[in-house]
């Protein structure tokens, strides 16, 4: 029987290796494609490196766009997002665990149906009420329609409910105020779900191209993703791939370093955030 479960075991490893690698491919080609010259046809040479290695990609998809700009921008753009989230997600996230008030479940059930509804259906409306506030082609424009989400309501919800109710009511009794209750029961216990969250939230704030893009118009103002577009349109005979793979490599190579700084943290913040 041990036998059979050790051979079971390697053949899960094997399994979940393989996966991994097979997921990796995309990566990996784009790496080795970004170190190819981009002249010499695939028959010449390695078919991933060519005849030799070379960084002349990366000097070429650097000096198309102003990518210091870019970077500027997106790190603007996740944290100023980021902010306001923490704020918003951290007061309805209260409200809708502790808080007892008329028509609490009809609105969280229709702060959730948010999840459901893709962003794409929300451009107009969002753009017609960013021309409005006269914010147009501004980080203002970029940051403004994100500061809600109905992913961190739940989470915090979720997270807030599975505070002891006995800590809260032990702060009012020694005094204390809603804003010290938060600080000293609330928002200490909750800090793996807030990590979970930023992780989550810098993600995906980092990708976004759409909105982005059609509510910049100047260099100064548009992030990585935007910035990148700019490669597809590098020649008259099609995409320089090696351009590309590089300029993609620029633009993820911030998030692939924090998640293989915080991959250990950002899997334990999950399993202890009460997300299920």
């Given amino acids: 029987m041990r036998n059979m479960s050790d051979t079971a075991g390697r ?38 490196f060519g005849s030799r290695i070379t960084l002349d990609n990366y000097a070429a998809a650097w000096n198309i766009a102003p990518w210091g700009w870019h970077y500027v921008n997106s790190i603007l753009f ?4 980021l902010t306001v989230q923490i704020v918003t997600v951290t007061m309805a996230g209260y409200a809708f665990a502790r808080l007892r008030f008329a028509g609490r479940g009809l609105l969280l059930v229709l702060i959730l149906l948010q999840l459901m509804i893709p962003t794409a259906a929300l451009l107009a409306q969002n753009f017609a009420t960013i021309r409005t506030l006269g914010l147009y082609d501004t980080r203002w424009a970029l940051m403004m329609p994100y500061w809600g989400s109905a992913f961190g309501v739940l989470l915090m919800r979720q997270t807030f409910r599975g505070v002891p109710l006995e800590f809260e009511e032990a702060a009012r009794i020694d005094g204390a105020s809603w804003w010290q209750i938060m600080r000293s029961v609330y928002i200490p216990l909750a800090f793996p779900a807030y990590i979970a969250f930023a992780l989550v939230s810098i993600s995906s704030h980092w990708n976004e191209f759409l909105w982005p893009f059609i509510v910049t118009r100047t260099e100064e103002v548009r992030p990585l993703t935007v910035g990148l577009n700019k490669l597809y349109s590098t020649t008259e005979l099609g995409a320089l791939y090696g351009q590309l793979m590089a300029g993609t490599l620029m633009v993820i190579a911030p998030l692939v370093v924090l998640f293989m700084l915080f991959q250990r943290r950002f899997l334990e913040s999950f399993a202890s955030s009460g997300l299920k």
């Fill in 11 to 48: 053949g899960m490893w094997l399994l979940t290796g393989a996966a991994a690698i097979i997921w990796m491919l995309p990566l990996i080609f784009a790496v080795l494609v970004s170190f190819r010259p981009q002249a010499e046809p695939v028959s010449i040479g390695n078919i991933f």
């Fill in 78 to 81: 996740v944290v100023g997002v």
